[in-house]
């Protein structure tokens, strides 16, 4: 089981930059061997996918809508990962979650969420 905890949300004027944390815990010897991502939701929309990294300076992935704006980045000594966002935008107003996923190791069940954080953008 793991347990995620993301914090570092907030209100900002469009433009503005705001960086998200995600403490994970549970399964720490392990950490790496999970797949890192943040995701985002808005009321009656699916949640979608911002951006994932694989391993510590490995592969990324990010949505087409935060190329270029967002990074995502995580230090597997602390378990923790990071979603660097710049030149924030309304449209970027959400609530972000944390997911870890280790089901390539451990079983398709082992994939965990975190409880959310909320960033507003607006003026």
């Known amino acids: 089981q793991v347990h995620l905890v993301e914090s570092g949300g907030g209100l900002v004027q469009p433009g503005e930059s705001l960086r998200l944390s995600c403490a994970a815990s549970?399964?720490?010897?392990?950490?790496?061997?999970?797949?890192m991502s943040w995701h985002r939701q808005t009321p009656g929309k699916e949640r979608e996918l911002v951006a994932e990294i694989i391993t510590a300076g490995g592969t990324t992935n990010y949505g087409d809508s935060v190329k270029g704006r967002f990074s995502i980045s995580r230090d597997n000594d602390k378990n923790m990962v990071y979603l660097q966002m710049n030149s924030l935008k309304p449209e970027d107003t959400a609530v972000y979650y944390c997911?870890?996923?280790?089901?390539?190791?451990?079983?398709?069940?082992?994939?965990?969420w975190g409880q959310g954080t909320q960033v507003t953008v607006a003026s």
């Open positions: 549970g399964h720490d010897a392990y950490f790496s061997s999970y797949v």
């Open positions: 997911k870890a996923d280790g089901s390539a190791w451990y079983g398709p069940d082992a994939k965990y």
